[in-house]
T-cell receptor
Framework: DAGVIQSPRHEVTEMGQEVTLRCKPI?????LFWYRQTMMRGLELLIY????????DSGMPEDRFSAKMPNASFSTLKIQPSEPRDSAVYFC?????????????FGPGTRLLVL | DQQVKQNSPSLSVQEGRISILNCDYT??????FLWYKKYPAEGPTFLIS???IKDKNEDGRFTVFLNKSAKHLSLHIVPSQPGDSAVYFC???????????WGAGTKLIIKP
C-alpha cells in the first residue's frame, strides 16, 4: 500500500498566484481530510469529504480556498490568489470511514511558501 | 475554545527512562482518543488509541491511560528510545463525527 500521496512536496510561489495541492487517498478509504499546520495555530482541519462529498468546510479560512474531490482517488486544494500568510504545511489524510474508531492516515504534506 | 490541550510544548527525557505525555480535554462527549507521532518533514502517524469505555490500552512500549472523571489522558513510553524523539499529538473524537479535534502537540526529546 503506497499510503496517502501528496504533490507537490514543496511549492514556492509569489503572492497573487494560484496554488493547487493534490492528494491521492489510500485505496478503499472513503473519508478525506485537508489540514494545515503552522507554528502559530498548530494542526487545523480545513475540510473533510465523505464519499467524495464535502461534509464540513467550516475550517476553510476564506473564499480564496477551495477544495474538490471529483472521484474517490483524487482531491485538490486550491488557493487563489495566494498570500504570504498562507505559507504552511498542508496535509491530506484519509480514513476508511467505517463505523467505529477509524484512524486517519496522513500524507507527507506539501510545504508551501508564498513570497 | 481549545477542547484538547497539551500544556507542555516540549519534554526532555533520558534514554531508557519513562516518558509521560499529558493531554486534557473539556468536551465530555468525546468517546475516542488517539495519539499521533510526527517526525520533521513527515505527516503524523497513528500511534495508539483508546475508547472511552476503557481506562488503559497497551501496545508494546506504549500505554495510554484515560481518566474520564478528570478528562485527562496520558501516553507512557517505556523505556524511551532515541527514535521516540518526535512531536506527539493528542486527538479526540465524538461518536459518529469523523472530525478529530487536535491538541497543539508536545515535542519529546530523548537524550542519550
Amino acid at each position: 500500500d503506497a499510503g496517502v500521496i501528496q504533490s507537490p512536496r514543496h511549492e514556492v510561489t509569489e503572492m497573487g498566484q494560484e496554488v493547487t495541492l493534490r492528494c491521492k487517498p489510500i485505496s478503499g478509504h472513503n473519508s478525506l481530510f485537508w489540514y494545515r499546520q503552522t507554528m502559530m495555530r498548530g494542526l487545523e482541519l480545513l475540510i473533510y469529504f465523505n464519499n467524495n462529498v464535502p461534509i464540513d468546510d467550516s475550517g476553510m479560512p476564506e473564499d480564496r480556498f477551495s477544495a474538490k474531490m471529483p472521484n474517490a482517488s483524487f482531491s485538490t486544494l486550491k488557493i487563489q490568489p495566494s498570500e504570504p500568510r498562507d505559507s504552511a504545511v498542508y496535509f491530506c489524510a484519509s480514513s476508511s470511514g467505517a463505523a467505529g474508531q477509524e484512524t486517519q492516515y496522513f500524507g507527507p504534506g506539501t510545504r508551501l511558501l508564498v513570497l | 475554545d481549545q477542547q484538547v490541550k497539551q500544556n507542555s510544548p516540549s519534554l526532555s527525557v533520558q534514554e531508557g527512562r519513562i516518558s509521560i505525555l499529558n493531554c486534557d480535554y473539556t468536551n465530555s462527549m468525546f468517546d475516542y482518543f488517539l495519539w499521533y507521532k510526527k517526525y520533521p518533514a513527515e505527516g503524523p502517524t497513528f500511534l495508539i488509541s483508546i475508547s472511552s469505555i476503557k481506562d488503559k490500552n497497551e501496545d508494546g512500549r506504549f500505554t495510554v491511560f484515560l481518566n474520564k472523571s478528570a478528562k485527562h489522558l496520558s501516553l507512557h513510553i517505556v523505556p524511551s528510545q532515541p527514535g521516540d524523539s518526535a512531536v506527539y499529538f493528542c486527538a479526540a473524537r465524538r461518536d459518529s463525527n469523523y472530525q478529530l479535534i487536535w491538541g497543539a502537540g508536545t515535542k519529546l526529546i530523548i537524550k542519550p
